[in-house]
């Protein structure tokens, strides 16, 4: 039995029965990185010595009759921007690679208490900025399907471990799509919850209204078990709503008979790829066999959404990367007055991706020209969030692209920032609405994956993994594994 290839539920119901302990579940997987991770490269800091403590702690609990439950003992990995005690925490970032919080974020200890067992910190775009994982300061992670393709991003090492069989699930974080679009990439599934659902507490800050933290994972079931797991409120975090969690797994239905279905018309753009739309109409002709009624409609402000993003996005990264000055806390770059050491802390510290955000931010946000772009931006953003509204007063769910291409190669959109910046169409207007969204597997294109994105009303994550289990129980496209050339 290859342990690596099972989902959380599956590995679960075996470590409740005994038929496999934790410990040989986690030395298992530390082999499996051993293994392939030269080849994918998704963990930028390893922590084997104490997954195996843990492992053999919730050996030793179940063997006491303790009740556990479905992720206790399970391994799993984050992105390297959420908070972990006494572990390097670096965003892929020359600015931040030795910083060790002294705190854990509030998902981290949510983990904890449900026995997770970390296996490390994985790869990203540096600061979540990014759509390939091009843009870490370490190194460049890659496609488990295809090793010369990105794995997307910016949780493009999160992702690419849960595709190669490198972690059971992982944790990102979402702010114009940085879960679904890798999860695309990658045949994987991948959620950006409601904002508010899910505490923010120890996310390290690119642009807090629109960040998210999110499961990934190798199907619909085990997403629904993780999301249950982080989700709830939290004081600490001022915008974590307060709101009863469902059970989400409780949930799971195949029937979705007279579930209404939007189609909007502006995500099948010009440009896109024809096997991926062809992909997607196929899922929603899927749809309409399992009795779900589907409509084309519209949401006519979406080509606004990039360009208000980009203002949003960057002014508020602007304002929160301001605290990397050298004075508190990581990298700190000698000059003869402060003046200089901030400025040679800060031009060594962040890469140019970082750096050009920045420089748009701190434009938009100047004297003279707030109100004539990031105001303008927040009144576009407004209307954004309008056209969802009156759209969920017809339909229970939207279905569109997740990405408007499969995984592309790794350098070709590098040297062009605003080709790669579109990769983002169909998953940033879901951020600057605030809604919940989750790509899952439709299809396949020159043997790469496609990703089908399901958007929910505020909140309704239970309506939105139900439609995405329907589809998941009705297709095969999930069970499909990379092959990775090792045994």
Known sequence: MELHNLTVSELSKLLAKGEVSSVEVTTAIIDRIEAVENRVQAYVTRTAEKALEQAKA?????AKGEELGPLAGVPMALKDNICTEGIRTTCSSRILADWVPPYDATVVRNLKDAGSVMLGKLNMDEFAMGSSNENSSFFPTHNPWDYDRVPGGSSGGAVAAVAAGEAFYSLGSDTGGSIRQPASFCGVVGMKPT???VSRYGLIAFASSLDQIGPITKDVTDCALVQKAIAGHDAHDSTSADLPVPDY???LKAEIKGLKIGIPKEYFAEGMEPEVEESVRKAIAKFEELGAICE???LPHTEYALPAYYLVATAEASSNLARYDGVSYGLRVPGKDIVEMYMNTRSEGFGPEVKRRIMLGTYALSSGYYDAYYLKALKVR?????????AFKRYDVLATPTSPTVAFKLGEKAGDPLAMYLSDLC?????????PAISLPCGFSQGLPIGLQLIGKPFDETTLLQAAYAFEQNTDYHRQRPDLGVA
Request: proline share 3%.
């Open 382 to 390: 407004t209307l954004i969030r309008k056209d969802f509204d009156e």
């Open 427 to 435: 998953t940033i207007p879901i951020n600057m609405a605030g809604l």
């Open 58 to 62: 919730i050996d030793e609990a179940r």
């Open 249 to 251: 797994q409780e949930a």
């Open 296 to 298: 084309e409609t519209s």
């Open 195 to 197: 904002y508010g659902r």
